[in-house]
Protein backbone atom coordinates (compact mmCIF):
# COMPACT_ATOMS: atom_id res chain seq x y z
CA UNK A 1 0.00 0.00 0.00
CA UNK A 2 1.33 3.68 -0.51
CA UNK A 3 1.23 6.08 2.33
CA UNK A 4 0.92 9.19 -0.39
CA UNK A 5 0.33 9.22 -4.18
CA UNK A 6 0.92 12.37 -6.28
CA UNK A 7 -0.91 11.92 -9.56
CA UNK A 8 0.26 14.31 -12.40
CA UNK A 9 -3.25 14.40 -14.54
CA UNK A 10 -1.38 15.24 -17.97
CA UNK A 11 -4.10 16.13 -20.69
CA UNK A 12 -3.27 16.09 -24.04
CA UNK A 13 0.55 14.74 -22.98
CA UNK A 14 1.27 12.53 -26.29
CA UNK A 15 2.78 9.27 -25.71
CA UNK A 16 3.79 9.18 -29.65
CA UNK A 17 6.06 12.76 -28.13
CA UNK A 18 7.59 10.67 -25.40
CA UNK A 19 11.11 9.74 -27.27
CA UNK A 20 15.40 10.83 -26.65
CA UNK A 21 14.82 14.14 -28.21
CA UNK A 22 11.12 15.45 -26.93
CA UNK A 23 10.98 13.81 -23.58
CA UNK A 24 14.18 12.54 -22.53
CA UNK A 25 13.54 12.25 -18.72
CA UNK A 26 9.66 10.73 -19.02
CA UNK A 27 11.00 8.06 -22.07
CA UNK A 28 13.51 6.73 -19.37
CA UNK A 29 10.81 6.82 -16.77
CA UNK A 30 8.81 4.53 -19.36
CA UNK A 31 11.82 1.99 -19.87
CA UNK A 32 12.21 2.22 -15.50
CA UNK A 33 8.38 2.04 -14.24
CA UNK A 34 5.27 -0.09 -14.58
CA UNK A 35 3.27 1.64 -17.71
CA UNK A 36 0.23 1.02 -19.54
CA UNK A 37 -1.09 2.64 -22.22
CA UNK A 38 -4.91 3.84 -21.94
CA UNK A 39 -8.13 3.29 -24.38
CA UNK A 40 -10.07 6.40 -24.06
CA UNK A 41 -13.89 6.77 -25.13
CA UNK A 42 -14.93 8.90 -27.70
CA UNK A 43 -15.57 12.15 -25.88
CA UNK A 44 -13.25 15.28 -25.22
CA UNK A 45 -14.20 16.04 -21.78
CA UNK A 46 -13.07 13.29 -19.56
CA UNK A 47 -12.40 14.52 -16.52
CA UNK A 48 -15.94 13.00 -14.55
CA UNK A 49 -15.32 9.34 -16.43
CA UNK A 50 -12.01 9.39 -14.84
CA UNK A 51 -13.10 10.58 -11.39
CA UNK A 52 -15.77 8.40 -11.10
CA UNK A 53 -14.88 5.78 -13.00
CA UNK A 54 -18.16 5.44 -15.00
CA UNK A 55 -18.70 5.74 -18.33
CA UNK A 56 -20.75 8.98 -19.92
CA UNK A 57 -23.45 7.25 -20.49
CA UNK A 58 -24.20 6.37 -16.88
CA UNK A 59 -23.05 9.88 -15.31
CA UNK A 60 -24.88 11.95 -18.16
CA UNK A 61 -22.43 15.04 -17.84
CA UNK A 62 -21.53 16.73 -21.00
CA UNK A 63 -24.42 14.94 -22.77
CA UNK A 64 -27.31 17.00 -24.85
CA UNK A 65 -30.77 15.17 -24.68
CA UNK A 66 -33.62 15.99 -27.13
CA UNK A 67 -36.87 17.13 -25.10
CA UNK A 68 -39.61 14.28 -24.88
CA UNK A 69 -41.73 17.26 -26.74
CA UNK A 70 -40.98 17.12 -30.53
CA UNK A 71 -43.26 19.91 -31.77
CA UNK A 72 -40.77 22.04 -33.17
CA UNK A 73 -42.73 24.01 -35.69
CA UNK A 74 -43.58 27.08 -33.24
CA UNK A 75 -41.99 29.70 -33.91
CA UNK A 76 -40.65 32.62 -30.85
CA UNK A 77 -40.28 35.72 -31.75
CA UNK A 78 -36.69 35.19 -31.09
CA UNK A 79 -36.73 33.11 -34.44
CA UNK A 80 -36.96 35.92 -37.19
CA UNK A 81 -33.56 37.46 -35.86
CA UNK A 82 -30.60 35.68 -37.32
CA UNK A 83 -28.40 33.67 -35.26
CA UNK A 84 -25.60 35.62 -35.08
CA UNK A 85 -27.33 38.37 -33.25
CA UNK A 86 -29.38 36.25 -30.85
CA UNK A 87 -26.07 34.42 -29.86
CA UNK A 88 -24.08 37.42 -29.70
CA UNK A 89 -26.49 38.49 -26.89
CA UNK A 90 -26.12 35.32 -25.20
CA UNK A 91 -22.76 35.51 -25.24
CA UNK A 92 -22.57 39.05 -23.82
CA UNK A 93 -24.84 37.75 -21.11
CA UNK A 94 -22.88 35.14 -20.09
CA UNK A 95 -20.08 36.98 -20.08
CA UNK A 96 -21.30 39.19 -17.49
CA UNK A 97 -23.75 36.85 -15.37
CA UNK A 98 -22.37 33.54 -16.47
CA UNK A 99 -25.98 32.73 -17.43
CA UNK A 100 -26.44 30.69 -20.80
CA UNK A 101 -24.25 27.31 -20.45
CA UNK A 102 -23.04 26.92 -24.27
CA UNK A 103 -24.09 30.34 -25.61
CA UNK A 104 -23.28 30.06 -29.07
CA UNK A 105 -26.17 27.72 -29.77
CA UNK A 106 -29.71 29.48 -31.24
CA UNK A 107 -32.43 29.64 -29.18
CA UNK A 108 -34.37 28.07 -31.24
CA UNK A 109 -31.91 24.75 -30.79
CA UNK A 110 -31.24 25.50 -27.46
CA UNK A 111 -34.67 25.10 -26.79
CA UNK A 112 -35.35 21.97 -28.09
CA UNK A 113 -32.28 19.97 -25.27
CA UNK A 114 -31.67 19.49 -22.11
CA UNK A 115 -27.60 20.23 -22.09
CA UNK A 116 -25.88 19.17 -19.37
CA UNK A 117 -22.04 20.51 -20.24
CA UNK A 118 -20.21 22.75 -17.51
CA UNK A 119 -17.76 23.99 -20.56
CA UNK A 120 -18.02 27.74 -19.79
CA UNK A 121 -19.00 26.62 -15.76
CA UNK A 122 -15.29 26.28 -15.00
CA UNK A 123 -14.54 24.74 -12.35
CA UNK A 124 -12.36 26.38 -9.11
CA UNK A 125 -9.20 25.10 -8.07
CA UNK A 126 -10.73 23.30 -4.97
CA UNK A 127 -13.22 21.00 -6.25
CA UNK A 128 -13.03 18.77 -9.59
CA UNK A 129 -15.17 19.46 -12.14
CA UNK A 130 -18.85 18.30 -11.98
CA UNK A 131 -19.10 15.28 -10.39
CA UNK A 132 -22.81 15.92 -9.39
CA UNK A 133 -23.13 13.79 -6.34
CA UNK A 134 -21.43 10.64 -7.57
CA UNK A 135 -19.39 8.12 -5.82
CA UNK A 136 -15.96 9.34 -6.58
CA UNK A 137 -12.72 9.08 -5.71
CA UNK A 138 -13.02 12.30 -4.06
CA UNK A 139 -16.60 11.25 -1.80
CA UNK A 140 -14.57 7.78 -0.88
CA UNK A 141 -11.37 9.72 0.51
CA UNK A 142 -13.40 12.20 2.28
CA UNK A 143 -12.72 15.61 2.25
CA UNK A 144 -9.82 15.71 4.58
CA UNK A 145 -7.31 13.42 2.48
CA UNK A 146 -6.84 15.01 -0.82
CA UNK A 147 -6.35 18.04 -2.62
CA UNK A 148 -7.01 18.95 -6.13
CA UNK A 149 -4.86 21.63 -8.37
CA UNK A 150 -6.42 22.65 -11.92
CA UNK A 151 -4.37 24.80 -14.28
CA UNK A 152 -5.08 25.22 -18.16
CA UNK A 153 -2.48 28.08 -18.60
CA UNK A 154 0.60 26.19 -20.29
CA UNK A 155 2.75 29.10 -18.57
CA UNK A 156 1.80 29.01 -15.20
CA UNK A 157 1.21 25.11 -15.29
CA UNK A 158 5.32 25.08 -15.53
CA UNK A 159 5.67 27.57 -12.64
CA UNK A 160 3.04 26.42 -10.05
CA UNK A 161 3.59 22.56 -10.54
CA UNK A 162 7.11 22.94 -8.70
CA UNK A 163 5.04 23.98 -5.60
CA UNK A 164 2.97 20.67 -6.02
CA UNK A 165 2.44 17.61 -3.79
CA UNK A 166 3.22 19.92 0.01
CA UNK A 167 0.29 19.51 1.50
CA UNK A 168 0.50 15.72 3.53
CA UNK A 169 -2.56 15.00 2.35
CA UNK A 170 -3.01 11.49 1.58
CA UNK A 171 -3.68 12.11 -2.50
CA UNK A 172 -2.83 15.32 -4.19
CA UNK A 173 -3.49 15.66 -7.97
CA UNK A 174 -2.66 18.42 -10.27
CA UNK A 175 -4.33 18.66 -13.16
CA UNK A 176 -2.31 19.92 -15.73
CA UNK A 177 -4.85 20.94 -18.65
CA UNK A 178 -2.20 23.52 -20.43
CA UNK A 179 -0.38 21.33 -22.40
CA UNK A 180 -3.60 20.39 -24.33
CA UNK A 181 -4.76 23.87 -24.57
CA UNK A 182 -1.49 24.87 -25.90
CA UNK A 183 -1.56 21.94 -28.20
CA UNK A 184 -4.89 22.67 -29.75
CA UNK A 185 -3.37 26.32 -30.84
CA UNK A 186 -0.01 25.26 -31.11
CA UNK A 187 0.72 21.54 -32.47
CA UNK A 188 1.07 22.92 -36.44
CA UNK A 189 4.52 24.78 -34.88
CA UNK A 190 6.94 21.86 -34.48
CA UNK A 191 9.67 23.86 -32.86
CA UNK A 192 6.80 25.71 -30.29
CA UNK A 193 5.65 22.03 -29.71
CA UNK A 194 9.03 20.58 -28.88
CA UNK A 195 10.20 23.51 -26.75
CA UNK A 196 7.06 22.99 -24.67
CA UNK A 197 7.50 19.09 -24.29
CA UNK A 198 11.06 19.75 -23.18
CA UNK A 199 9.86 22.17 -19.99
CA UNK A 200 7.45 19.71 -18.92
CA UNK A 201 9.83 17.42 -19.31
CA UNK A 202 12.73 18.76 -17.47
CA UNK A 203 9.70 19.57 -14.87
CA UNK A 204 8.56 16.11 -14.50
CA UNK A 205 12.37 15.38 -13.82
CA UNK A 206 12.06 17.70 -10.80
CA UNK A 207 9.01 16.77 -9.36
CA UNK A 208 10.12 13.32 -9.42
CA UNK A 209 13.38 13.74 -7.13
CA UNK A 210 11.62 16.09 -5.34
CA UNK A 211 8.72 12.86 -4.76
CA UNK A 212 11.92 10.25 -4.51
CA UNK A 213 13.51 12.57 -1.93
CA UNK A 214 10.05 12.61 0.70
CA UNK A 215 8.92 9.19 -0.05
CA UNK A 216 5.88 10.54 -2.31
CA UNK A 217 4.84 7.72 -5.17
CA UNK A 218 3.94 9.68 -8.29
CA UNK A 219 1.67 8.69 -10.78
CA UNK A 220 1.73 9.97 -14.34
CA UNK A 221 -1.34 9.73 -16.70
CA UNK A 222 -2.41 11.52 -19.93
CA UNK A 223 -6.06 10.79 -21.28
CA UNK A 224 -4.93 11.54 -24.96
CA UNK A 225 -2.60 13.12 -27.52
CA UNK A 226 -3.70 15.37 -30.54
CA UNK A 227 -3.47 15.31 -34.25
CA UNK A 228 -2.81 17.77 -36.54
CA UNK A 229 -6.29 19.46 -38.25
CA UNK A 230 -6.32 20.07 -41.62
CA UNK A 231 -9.78 20.12 -42.58
CA UNK A 232 -13.48 20.94 -41.90
CA UNK A 233 -16.94 20.55 -41.72
CA UNK A 234 -19.64 22.80 -42.09
CA UNK A 235 -22.76 20.85 -40.97
CA UNK A 236 -25.29 23.83 -40.88
CA UNK A 237 -24.32 24.83 -44.57
CA UNK A 238 -24.22 21.05 -45.79
CA UNK A 239 -28.68 21.34 -44.07
CA UNK A 240 -29.03 24.21 -46.06
CA UNK A 241 -27.61 22.92 -49.02
CA UNK A 242 -29.66 19.26 -48.89
CA UNK A 243 -33.03 21.86 -48.50
CA UNK A 244 -33.40 20.62 -44.98
CA UNK A 245 -35.65 22.91 -42.85
CA UNK A 246 -34.95 23.85 -39.50
CA UNK A 247 -38.19 22.16 -38.11
CA UNK A 248 -37.20 18.61 -39.67
CA UNK A 249 -34.14 17.88 -37.89
CA UNK A 250 -31.97 18.78 -34.54
CA UNK A 251 -28.77 18.83 -34.28
CA UNK A 252 -25.48 19.05 -31.89
CA UNK A 253 -22.17 19.58 -33.07
CA UNK A 254 -19.22 19.30 -31.24
CA UNK A 255 -15.23 19.66 -32.61
CA UNK A 256 -15.35 15.60 -33.98
CA UNK A 257 -18.96 14.79 -33.32
CA UNK A 258 -22.13 15.44 -34.63
CA UNK A 259 -25.38 13.91 -33.40
CA UNK A 260 -29.06 14.50 -35.49
CA UNK A 261 -32.59 13.61 -34.67
CA UNK A 262 -34.85 14.10 -37.38
CA UNK A 263 -38.46 14.61 -37.48
CA UNK A 264 -39.13 13.79 -41.07
CA UNK A 265 -38.73 10.78 -43.38
CA UNK A 266 -37.40 12.57 -45.83
CA UNK A 267 -34.57 15.28 -43.69
CA UNK A 268 -33.41 11.56 -42.74
CA UNK A 269 -32.81 10.36 -45.83
CA UNK A 270 -30.92 13.06 -46.93
CA UNK A 271 -28.78 13.49 -44.31
CA UNK A 272 -27.97 9.46 -44.05
CA UNK A 273 -27.53 9.36 -47.65
CA UNK A 274 -25.04 12.56 -47.82
CA UNK A 275 -23.12 10.95 -44.79
CA UNK A 276 -22.79 7.25 -45.23
CA UNK A 277 -19.90 6.23 -47.32
CA UNK A 278 -18.73 10.07 -46.81
CA UNK A 279 -14.91 10.16 -46.97
CA UNK A 280 -14.48 12.68 -43.82
CA UNK A 281 -15.80 10.71 -41.33
CA UNK A 282 -18.09 7.73 -39.83
CA UNK A 283 -21.86 7.62 -39.81
CA UNK A 284 -23.38 5.35 -36.76
CA UNK A 285 -26.43 5.16 -35.18
CA UNK A 286 -26.86 5.11 -31.62
CA UNK A 287 -26.77 1.51 -31.38
CA UNK A 288 -23.81 1.37 -33.04
CA UNK A 289 -21.98 3.88 -30.45
CA UNK A 290 -22.30 0.71 -27.68
CA UNK A 291 -18.99 -0.82 -29.34
CA UNK A 292 -17.62 2.76 -28.40
CA UNK A 293 -19.07 2.32 -24.77
CA UNK A 294 -21.70 4.30 -25.06
CA UNK A 295 -24.43 2.98 -24.38
CA UNK A 296 -27.75 5.26 -24.54
CA UNK A 297 -30.88 3.45 -24.11
CA UNK A 298 -32.61 5.36 -26.85
CA UNK A 299 -32.14 7.77 -29.34
CA UNK A 300 -32.68 10.93 -27.08
CA UNK A 301 -29.07 11.49 -27.00
CA UNK A 302 -28.98 11.56 -30.78
CA UNK A 303 -30.58 9.38 -33.26
CA UNK A 304 -26.86 8.87 -35.04
CA UNK A 305 -23.99 10.25 -34.87
CA UNK A 306 -21.30 11.22 -37.72
CA UNK A 307 -17.81 11.28 -35.77
CA UNK A 308 -14.99 12.86 -38.06
CA UNK A 309 -11.57 11.40 -39.53
CA UNK A 310 -8.25 11.99 -37.59
CA UNK A 311 -7.66 15.54 -38.88
CA UNK A 312 -10.95 16.97 -39.34
CA UNK A 313 -13.23 18.71 -37.28
CA UNK A 314 -16.81 20.91 -37.60
CA UNK A 315 -16.35 23.92 -38.02
CA UNK A 316 -18.36 25.94 -36.72
CA UNK A 317 -19.52 23.74 -34.28
CA UNK A 318 -21.51 24.54 -31.01
CA UNK A 319 -18.71 25.41 -28.88
CA UNK A 320 -17.23 28.38 -31.15
CA UNK A 321 -18.86 32.00 -31.66
CA UNK A 322 -16.53 35.04 -33.02
CA UNK A 323 -16.73 36.94 -30.03
CA UNK A 324 -15.50 34.00 -27.38
CA UNK A 325 -12.80 33.31 -30.21
CA UNK A 326 -11.56 37.10 -29.50
CA UNK A 327 -11.94 36.72 -25.84
CA UNK A 328 -9.99 33.41 -25.58
CA UNK A 329 -7.54 34.86 -27.81
CA UNK A 330 -7.13 38.13 -25.92
CA UNK A 331 -6.89 36.36 -22.18
CA UNK A 332 -4.96 33.44 -22.53
CA UNK A 333 -1.66 33.87 -24.49
CA UNK A 334 -1.26 29.79 -25.31
CA UNK A 335 -4.57 30.55 -27.77
CA UNK A 336 -3.13 34.18 -29.16
CA UNK A 337 -3.17 32.25 -32.50
CA UNK A 338 -7.41 32.72 -32.81
CA UNK A 339 -7.04 36.16 -34.11
CA UNK A 340 -5.02 34.60 -37.07
CA UNK A 341 -8.00 31.55 -37.71
CA UNK A 342 -10.59 30.33 -35.61
CA UNK A 343 -10.11 26.98 -36.41
CA UNK A 344 -8.30 24.99 -33.61
CA UNK A 345 -4.93 23.70 -35.05
CA UNK A 346 -4.90 20.53 -32.91
CA UNK A 347 -7.74 17.96 -31.94
CA UNK A 348 -8.83 14.83 -30.14
CA UNK A 349 -12.17 12.84 -29.79
CA UNK A 350 -12.00 11.01 -32.64
CA UNK A 351 -12.96 7.27 -32.50
CA UNK A 352 -11.14 5.40 -29.99
CA UNK A 353 -8.68 3.35 -32.06
CA UNK A 354 -6.83 6.02 -33.49
CA UNK A 355 -3.41 6.45 -32.11
CA UNK A 356 -3.99 10.29 -31.34
CA UNK A 357 -6.70 8.94 -28.77
CA UNK A 358 -4.54 6.72 -26.89
CA UNK A 359 -3.51 7.97 -23.49
CA UNK A 360 -0.90 6.40 -20.85
CA UNK A 361 -0.46 5.61 -17.20
CA UNK A 362 2.67 5.03 -15.30
CA UNK A 363 3.34 4.20 -11.77
CA UNK A 364 6.99 5.47 -10.57
CA UNK A 365 7.26 2.81 -8.12
CA UNK A 366 8.78 -0.58 -8.71
CA UNK A 367 7.02 -2.23 -5.87
CA UNK A 368 4.33 -2.62 -8.31
CA UNK A 369 3.67 -4.09 -11.55
CA UNK A 370 1.24 -3.12 -14.51
CA UNK A 371 -0.16 -6.71 -15.99
CA UNK A 372 -2.26 -5.37 -18.73
CA UNK A 373 -0.60 -3.34 -21.07
CA UNK A 374 -3.60 -1.13 -21.96
CA UNK A 375 -6.57 -0.38 -19.65
CA UNK A 376 -9.49 1.71 -19.82
CA UNK A 377 -10.55 4.94 -18.79
CA UNK A 378 -12.57 4.19 -15.95
CA UNK A 379 -9.28 1.77 -14.58
CA UNK A 380 -7.95 5.36 -13.14
CA UNK A 381 -10.70 5.61 -9.85
CA UNK A 382 -10.10 1.98 -9.20
CA UNK A 383 -6.16 2.07 -9.59
CA UNK A 384 -5.93 4.80 -7.42
CA UNK A 385 -8.20 3.08 -5.23
CA UNK A 386 -6.17 0.40 -5.01
CA UNK A 387 -3.12 2.07 -4.16
CA UNK A 388 -4.39 3.57 -1.47
CA UNK A 389 -5.91 0.78 -0.23
CA UNK A 390 -9.34 1.32 -0.28
CA UNK A 391 -12.40 -1.02 -1.24
CA UNK A 392 -14.04 -0.06 -4.26
CA UNK A 393 -17.64 0.87 -4.15
CA UNK A 394 -19.71 -1.26 -6.69
CA UNK A 395 -20.79 1.79 -9.08
CA UNK A 396 -16.94 1.73 -10.03
CA UNK A 397 -16.43 -1.17 -12.93
CA UNK A 398 -13.02 -1.22 -13.67
CA UNK A 399 -10.23 -2.48 -12.29
CA UNK A 400 -6.58 -1.31 -10.99
CA UNK A 401 -4.24 -1.35 -13.06
CA UNK A 402 -1.19 -2.13 -10.63
CA UNK A 403 -0.64 -5.12 -8.61
CA UNK A 404 1.90 -5.09 -5.69
ZN1 LIG B 1 -8.68 19.17 -25.59
Request: hydrophobic residues 40%; charged residues 20%.
Given at each position: MIEKLAVLY??????RRINKDTAPYVHSLSEKYPTAKINTLLETFMT???WTGCYPYQHRVWQVRIKEERDFDIKNTLDYIPDIITTTFQCLIHSITGKFNLAPVPDWRRRRFDIRTTKYLWRDSKVP??????????SILGRDNYTYVFEDKFSNMIRTLSKQFVKNKKLEIFEGHGMDVFTHWNIDNEEKMNGAYKKLDDCIRDIHTECKNRGITLMLFSDHGQNKVEDTIDISAIIKELGIQNREISYFVETTKARFWFHSDSAREK???YLSGNEKGTLLHFEEMYRYNIKFDDD???????????????????????LGNLYLALTNKDQRNRIKNPIIRGCHGYLPDNECEKGFVMLLDNDYRADR????????????????????????????????
Open positions: LSGFDHTTINDLSGLDSIFMLDSYGEYFFVSNPGIVFHPNDFYHPKEIEIIDIAPTILNLLGYDKPDSLEGVSAFYE
